[in-house]
DNA sequence: GTCGATCATCGTTGCGTAGC
DNA sequence: GCTACGCAACGATGATCGAC
C-alpha cells in the first residue's frame, strides 16, 4: 500500500530524460545560458524560465541540460536543473503546469480526486488561467487552477514571487472574480526539496502577499507542493502556508 | 468525415527605450 | 517620473489544408 506521497509522487512523475552535466557560466539574458560541458565545451542553452531565477543562476553551479537534437530550434539544449547544493532545483516553468494538470487527470489531486477533465490554457476576462477543470460527470461548477512555479528559499520557507509581478496579481483578482460563481485554486509548485512551508515575499512585493491574503479569505484555495526532484520531476508533499 | 502535418497566433517575464 | 510598447526563444493551441 502506497502512501498519499508516494501515489502522488508516482503519478505525476515526470521523467527528464537523459541530460547532460556542465558549470552554469553565465545568464545571458532571460533566455539564454552559457553552460561549459566537459566534452563540448562552451554552449548556449535555452532558459525555459523567463522570470529573475532569483538566487538561482549562480555562475560556477552544477547544472544539467536536455538535448533537444531539434534542428529547428536555435539552442539544441534546454537547462533543466541547477544544483543549489542541499538540493537540485527545477527550473523549467512548464513543469509545473504539467505535474498539477496530471495529478488533476489521474485523479490524485488531494481533495479533487474527481475532478479529472482539464482544459489548459482557458481564456478568462483580461487573462488566461492555467487550467480549467471539471468534474467527471459533469455536475457542479467549475474549478479555475492558476499555476505558480516557485524556486526562492530562504532557511526552510519557499517564497513566491522572486521579483514584482503585476502580472501575478492580475491573476489573483482574477480568481477572486471567479470565485463569486465557481471554484478557484492557486497552485504553487516548488521544484525542490527542501522547504517545510510557503510564504509570499513581502519583502519583494508587498502589493502581491496583501493580495494573497485578500483573496484566501475570499474563498481563493491556496495550495503549496513541493517536489521530488532527480533525473525525474514528481508532486511531492504539500506544504504548509504561512501568512 | 477523419486524420495528420503545417502554420500562425498568443502568452510567458522583465529590461530598455520612446514619448508624454 | 510614469506609461506603453518591443523584444528575446519557446511551447501550447487552434486554424487550415491535403490525403485518404
Not at 39 to 59: D, I, R, T
Request: glycine content about 8%.
Amino acid at each position: 500500500m502506497l502512501r498519499p506521497s508516494e501515489t502522488l509522487c508516482k503519478a505525476t512523475s515526470i521523467s527528464l530524460g537523459p541530460l547532460e552535466e556542465g558549470v552554469l557560466v553565465s545568464r545571458i539574458n532571460r533566455f539564454v545560458a552559457q553552460v561549459m560541458l566537459p566534452k563540448k565545451g562552451l554552449v548556449y542553452a535555452h532558459c525555459p524560465n523567463s522570470g529573475s531565477m532569483l538566487s538561482c543562476c549562480e555562475p560556477g553551479r552544477r547544472v544539467f541540460l536536455k538535448n533537444n537534437g531539434s534542428l529547428v530550434r536555435k539552442y539544441p539544449f534546454t537547462w533543466e536543473l541547477i544544483d543549489m547544493g542541499s538540493s537540485l532545483v527545477g527550473i523549467d516553468t512548464n513543469i509545473p503546469n504539467r505535474l498539477v494538470s496530471e495529478a488533476f487527470r489521474l485523479g490524485v489531486f488531494p481533495g479533487y480526486e474527481d475532478f479529472r477533465i482539464v482544459r489548459r490554457e482557458v481564456k478568462t476576462g483580461d487573462s488566461r488561467l492555467d487550467m480549467c477543470v471539471l468534474r467527471e460527470d459533469g455536475k457542479g461548477g467549475r474549478l479555475w487552477v492558476e499555476v505558480k512555479n516557485c524556486t526562492l528559499l530562504l532557511g526552510k520557507t519557499a517564497f513566491f514571487p522572486d521579483a514584482k509581478t503585476l502580472r501575478g496579481q492580475r491573476h489573483l483578482r482574477e480568481l477572486m472574480r471567479l470565485k463569486k460563481n465557481d471554484e478557484s485554486m492557486l497552485v504553487f509548485v516548488i521544484q525542490r526539496q527542501e522547504p517545510e512551508a510557503f510564504s509570499p515575499a513581502d519583502f519583494i512585493d508587498p502589493d502581491y502577499g496583501k493580495l494573497l491574503r485578500d483573496a484566501i479569505k475570499e474563498g481563493v484555495k491556496v495550495v503549496a507542493f513541493k517536489c521530488k526532484v532527480k533525473k525525474i520531476v514528481c508532486l511531492h508533499h504539500m506544504v504548509p502556508i504561512r501568512l
